[in-house]
Each structure stands twice: as C-alpha cells, then as structure tokens.
C-alpha cells in the first residue's frame, strides 16, 4: 500500500487551468475506476471534489474535473479562483477493501 | 446533511493507548452502505487512511498499523472508535473521521483532532 504520487506544489494565475497529476499503479488507480479528489484548506475539514474518476457532487462548481489514463489520474480546475488555493489530495481504491492517499499537492494562486 | 465530530484526549503518553471518539450527527450508522473511516495527517505531511468499520461490522486496516490498531462502532449511540496501541511520536497527528461510501470516496469529514504523543 505505498502512497499514491502527486507533484508537491502546483500554481497558476486567477482565471487560469491548472491541472494536478496522481501516478499509482495497475492494483490501484489503474486497476478501478473509483479515484476521488479532495480540496483540503489547513484547519478545516478535507471537501471531496471528485468521486468515481470524474464525477462531482452535489455543490462542487464545474471548474473542476477528473479524468484518468491508465495509471495516472489527472484534477484540472479551470478559471482558477483565490479561494482555490487549498491542499488537494487524490485517493483511490487499492482492492482489498483498502484506500491510499496521494501525498498532497499545494496549489497556489498567484 | 451529514456531520461528523472527533473527541478524545489531545495528549497520549508513549507506550499508551489512543483512543477516539467519532459521533456522528444527521444520518444513520445502520443504514446504507457505509465505510465509518479513521484518516490520520501528521505534522507537515499527507493525509493516511487508517482503516474503517462498515454498517455490517466488517473491519479493514492499513497493513502497516494492523498489529496495533482497532475501529469498532456502537450503533445505538451513533458513534465510533478508534484504539490505537503502543503508541509513539511518531503516531502524532491530526486524526479525521470519515464517512466511505459504495463509490469508494469519503464524501463527509470531521473537522479532524490534534493527537500529540508525549511524556
């Protein structure tokens, strides 16, 4: 169950796409069509973004996207905004009832 | 709408045990397909998924805690727990409950509590 590996920082200008890799492998993200993506700002409860690859709740505006390749899911978040800037984390389903984290990636708005 | 709230001692000696609370508010613990999950944040680092509880009483953990590391739930209390053994500094973290759901994603968080492991 090693972590899922995400680019530790990420950055763009307001109005701006930027888009965030998650690399896993064939037991995990390649293996299931269940990568979900979360937006944490530090202090605050973590928000899900993204669920089954590219689906959004409820709520969730549609500047945000998801798609994956393989073992590569990819966040894309168009029209970047100043509130945008958060923590966002990938997840996955790792079979055997397990889940994995990606390491983290910082988005900045510059 | 469903919320979650952590509870439990913001201090734990090395060598104790950590123990939490997760209550959950809005929703229901016996209903559904659900995962009542425990993720962990250590200082500075990335989110870690501990292990989950499902509706029918099933367990799954990470393999790296599983010696140590126990989720049960009371239902008619609407909460669940988390008991973490023989702990050291290194088990310093933010600990979060969540709510898993059929589509594999946690899709309600509690807003997480600081566990700090010294003497």
């Known amino acids: 169950q090693s972590a899922l590996t995400q680019p530790p920082s990420a950055s763009g200008s307001p109005g701006q796409s930027v888009t965030i890799s998650c690399s896993g492998t064939s037991s995990d993200v390649g293996g299931y069509d269940y990568v979900s993506w979360y937006q944490h700002h530090p202090g605050k409860a973590p928000k899900l973004m993204i669920y089954e690859v590219s689906k959004r709740p409820s709520g969730v505006p549609d500047r945000f996207s998801g798609s994956k390749s393989g073992n590569t899911a990819s966040l894309t978040v168009s029209g970047l905004q100043a509130d945008d800037e958060a923590d966002y984390y990938c997840g996955s389903y790792g079979g055997s009832n397990n889940f994995v984290f990606g390491g983290g990636t910082k988005l900045t708005v510059l | 709408q469903v919320q979650l709230q952590e509870s439990g001692p913001g201090l734990v000696k090395p060598s104790e045990t950590l123990s939490l609370t997760c209550s959950v508010f809005g929703g229901s613990v016996t209903s559904g397909s659900y995962y009542w999950s425990w993720i962990r944040q250590p200082p500075g680092k990335g989110l870690e998924w501990i292990g989950y509880i499902s509706n029918q009483g099933s367990t799954s953990y990470i393999s790296s805690l599983k010696s140590r590391v126990s989720i049960s739930g009371d239902a008619s209390k609407m909460q669940f727990y988390l008991k973490l053994t023989s702990v050291t500094a290194a088990d310093t973290a933010v600990y979060y409950c969540?709510?898993?759901?059929?589509?594999?994603?946690?899709?309600?968080w509690g807003q997480g509590t600081l566990v700090t492991v010294s003497s």
């Open positions: 969540a709510r898993g759901n059929s589509e594999r994603c946690l899709d309600y």
